[in-house]
């Protein structure tokens, strides 16, 4: 059984972290991308589906594509940030499961299903969203995580060969600035939201 893990690291992924708009001028490797995706691979999706798509835009070009796609209030964040990620859904993820669920035919289960699909699809890849999050903190980054922008501008600039894939949501990513954050927004109590029934 494993052990809690300690308060420093409880801080770093949850209590003192932060979502960030503006980052120090500090690049993001390629090796730190593929950390963040070996990291977040291993949290768990429902039959291992693994839907999420990603992609990371670290060139100008790329990252003013995305920021062309998003809400004014959004556009500076995409493009001073080191790296965008767009964190796509595909809901032909079943095609898959013969290799990543293979002790069973799960694909089956999707087959001809695509309300059924793009459900589960939007579901894990939610939750690989969460993981993104948590793996880049754990690596020492920092995110901030969006919603503001056309997702049909945001499929056609970087799924259009790939139209099984939809954009979920945005982030960007980089080692962010203290200095421009404000306050932390309230977090309720246990009572405010939960029930122990």
Same mark, same amino acid.
């Given at each position: /059984?494993?052990?809690?893990?300690?308060?420093?690291?409880?801080?770093?992924l949850f209590r003192t972290a932060r979502s960030y708009n503006h980052y120090r001028d500090e690049p993001v490797g390629e090796d730190k991308l593929r950390a963040i995706w070996d990291l977040m691979? /291993?949290? &768990?999706?429902? =039959?291992?589906?693994? &839907?999420? #798509?990603? !992609?990371?835009? !670290?060139?100008?070009?790329?990252?003013?594509?995305?920021?062309?796609?998003? $809400?004014?209030?959004? #556009?500076?964040?995409?493009?001073?940030? &080191? !790296? $965008?990620?767009?964190?796509?859904?595909?809901?032909?993820?079943?095609?898959?499961?013969?290799?990543?669920? +293979?002790?069973?035919?799960?694909?089956?289960?999707?087959?001809?299903?695509?309300?059924?699909?793009?459900?589960?699809?939007?579901?894990?890849? $939610?939750?690989?969203? @969460?993981?993104?999050?948590?793996?880049?903190?754990?690596? @020492?980054?920092?995110?901030?995580? /969006?919603?503001? *922008?056309?997702?049909?501008?945001?499929?056609? =600039?970087? *799924?259009?060969?790939? &139209?099984?894939?939809?954009?979920?949501?945005?982030?960007?990513? @980089?080692?962010?600035? +203290?200095?421009?954050?404000?306050?932390? $927004?309230?977090? +309720?109590? *246990?009572?405010?939201?939960?029930?122990?029934?």
């Open positions: /059984m494993a052990a809690p893990i300690d308060d420093a690291a409880l801080d770093q691979k /291993m949290g &768990p999706t429902s =039959a291992n589906q693994l &839907p999420a #798509r990603l !992609v990371w835009c !670290v060139s100008e070009e790329a990252k003013g594509k995305l920021a062309d796609a998003c $809400s004014e209030g959004n #556009r500076d964040k995409v493009r001073k940030a &080191p !790296v $965008s990620v767009v964190i796509g859904m595909d809901v032909e993820f079943h095609e898959h499961l013969p290799e990543l669920f +293979p002790h069973t035919d799960a694909k089956s289960w999707f087959d001809g299903n695509r309300e059924l699909r793009e459900a589960s699809a939007f579901r894990n890849s $939610s939750l690989q969203g @969460g993981y993104f999050i948590l793996a880049a903190r754990a690596l @020492g980054l920092d995110t901030g995580p /969006m919603s503001g *922008f056309d997702a049909g501008a945001v499929d056609k =600039a970087f *799924f259009a060969e790939t &139209p099984a894939v939809r954009t979920n949501f945005i982030a960007t990513l @980089g080692y962010g600035d +203290p200095a421009t954050l404000h306050g932390r $927004s309230p977090r +309720p109590a *246990f009572e405010t939201f939960n029930r122990i029934v």
